[in-house]
């Protein structure tokens, strides 16, 4: 059974409210609204909620007013220039990518995706949603050498391995791995991704990290994996 509404909502004329609402609409006009989101999103490090927009002591208006202006918060992030932290499709998430191809002139990296975070989707979501970022960046149209779809499946295994052993794997750490493991790549053909020259695996090992913090997991001082 349907709750009756309140008297006092009940009894709201209805164009007294949209008269209401069309004031509050007037007092910003969208581009303050879009700036105001994008401010926040530079104080957070990262598109904001609503309701970190909400608590944001600098943010001078509500929530609501800015879903008033544009007809809900994900399509007020996205004329903003903000990419939703949920519901991102494929689509949008492609092109993101030729958009950030086209501003560095260049196949673009994890590292430019991570540079620009608050305004790009983080590099886990396009590893989450096709696997691999070569292959997202394939479907984006760009061209993407065999050698750096190796070293992504390179640190997506040693990223799975690092979480499983606790700590950022070292050579014999892999050598066992791979024993145990044989779709994993060996342990010298990770180290030739690297010219094989001295400090190879040390700068392997900076790259799971890197990956693994991109991930959300907390690396220590020592390699261990939180």
Do not use: C
């Amino acid at each position: 059974m349907a709750r009756k509404p309140y008297r006092a909502v009940a009894n709201i004329d209805p164009q007294a409210l949209e008269a209401f609402r069309a004031g509050i609409r007037r007092r910003y006009s969208d581009e303050q609204i879009l700036e105001a989101l994008r401010a926040s999103a530079e104080r957070l490090g990262r598109s904001p909620t609503m309701k970190e927009f909400g608590s944001d002591p600098e943010a001078e208006m509500h929530p609501q007013t800015v879903i008033e202006h544009f007809g809900s918060w994900n399509a007020a992030k996205r004329a903003a220039g903000l990419m939703p932290r949920r519901f991102a499709t494929r689509e949008e998430l492609v092109e993101q990518l030729r958009r950030l191809g086209e501003e560095v002139g260049r196949t673009p990296t994890a590292q430019d995706i991570r540079s620009r975070r608050g305004t790009m989707p983080s590099a886990s979501l396009y590893w989450h949603t096709f696997g691999s970022l070569s292959t997202a960046l394939r479907e984006a149209g760009f061209d993407v050498a065999v050698g750096e779809e190796r070293l992504e499946r390179a640190l997506a295994q040693g990223a799975a391995l690092a979480r499983r052993l606790g700590r950022l794997p070292k050579f014999g750490d892999w050598q066992e791995a791979r024993r145990a493991d044989p779709s994993m790549l060996t342990e010298w053909q990770v180290y030739r991704l690297f010219d094989a020259r001295r400090g190879a695996w040390a700068t392997f090992q900076y790259l799971v990290r890197e990956r693994l913090l991109d991930e959300g997991s907390t690396v220590e001082a020592d390699g261990a994996v939180r």
